[in-house]
């Protein structure tokens, strides 16, 4: 019998590849931001090579804003080197130079739905 809470077996058997939803309650930009700070940490804790942050493209206007911040946050992670790298949807392509070393630091990448789909409204970040 498996008596594992859901939150209990995320810990317990860690994914390579983590997705968020950094629109979820329609967050101001700024919030969005500091649950990214949290889920960064929080999915390193967990064992995970990456994270997919589902952030929007902006049809709302919400959206365009949440993508543009956590954006400029990943540069500044990036250049202090807190995170190995971040991959825009747009660019999240086998012909990708970048998205070809991501795949040898979390294989779950290879089989993510998003790939060859141009979708500017996520990022990867590659922990």
């Given at each position: 019998?498996?008596?594992l809470?859901?939150?209990?077996?995320?810990?317990?058997?860690?994914s390579?590849?983590?997705?968020?939803?950094?629109?979820?309650?329609?967050?101001?930009?700024?919030?969005?931001?500091?649950?990214?700070?949290?889920?960064?940490?929080?999915?390193?804790?967990?064992?995970?090579?990456?994270?997919?942050?589902?952030?929007?493209?902006?049809?709302?206007?919400?959206?365009?804003?949440?993508?543009?911040?956590?954006?400029?946050?990943?540069?500044?992670?990036?250049?202090?080197?807190?995170?190995?790298?971040?991959?825009?949807?747009?660019?999240?392509?086998?012909?990708?130079?970048?998205?070809?070393?991501?795949?040898?630091?979390?294989?779950?990448?290879?089989?993510?739905?998003?790939?060859?789909?141009?979708?500017?409204?996520?990022?990867?970040?590659?922990?």
């Amino acid at each position: 019998m498996n008596s594992l809470s859901a939150r209990e077996k995320e810990i317990a058997m860690p994914s390579g590849l983590r997705e968020i939803n950094l629109e979820e309650g329609k967050p101001t930009a700024s919030a969005a931001v500091r649950r990214l700070t949290f889920e960064i940490h929080h999915s390193r804790q967990l064992g995970a090579t990456a994270l997919k942050i589902i952030h929007g493209y902006g049809s709302t206007g919400a959206g365009g804003r949440i993508r543009v911040e956590a954006r400029n946050y990943l540069l500044r992670l990036k250049g202090r080197r807190e995170i190995a790298d971040y991959i825009i949807g747009e660019q999240f392509s086998i012909f990708d130079e970048q998205t070809r070393a991501a795949f040898l630091r979390c294989g779950d990448l290879r089989k993510e739905h998003d790939l060859e789909r141009h979708n500017n409204g996520v990022t990867y970040i590659i922990l």
